[in-house]
């Protein structure tokens, strides 16, 4: 199985930006697509972006389009996902999350939270107005 870990959360004026990392153990890393989400109080954990296991597919929310970018170094076994030009909706525990990969171009399999099966305990991102 795979282990995750986020890091790189914390307090950010809007319109600053933050570098989240998905740190992964697991001898098939560079198998694995991986994902980020968020969960803010009261709502779902929605979608943020997601990595193929290749890497050579990518989707992004819509909300963070233009934002945000996701890439993954499958040396390092690492997600980073930089985040620019934040708004206090992004405020939310932002969770990595991991599955083996699907070899397929169908977003839904990148998009959904139910597909994965491994997932990171979260990291804490504040954006304050």
């Known amino acids: 199985q795979v282990q995750l870990v986020e890091s790189g959360g914390g307090l950010v004026q809007a319109g600053g930006s933050l570098r989240l990392s998905c740190a992964a153990s697991?001898?098939?890393?560079?198998?694995?697509?991986l994902g980020w989400f968020r969960q803010a109080p009261g709502k779902e954990r929605e979608f943020v972006a997601a990595i193929s296991a290749s890497g050579g597919r990518i989707y992004y929310a819509e909300s963070v389009k233009g934002r945000f970018t996701i890439s993954r170094d499958n040396a390092e076994k690492t997600v980073p996902l930089q985040m620019n030009d934040l708004k206090p909706d992004d405020t939310a525990v932002y969770y990595c999350?991991?599955?083996?990969?699907?070899?397929?171009?169908?977003?839904?399999?990148?998009?959904?939270?139910?597909?994965?099966?491994?997932w990171g305990q979260g990291t804490q991102v504040t954006v304050s107005s």
């Open positions: 999350a991991a599955d083996q990969a699907v070899y397929n171009s169908a977003s839904r399999y990148y998009t959904s939270p139910t597909r994965y099966d491994y």
């Open positions: 697991g001898r098939t890393f560079s198998n694995y697509d």
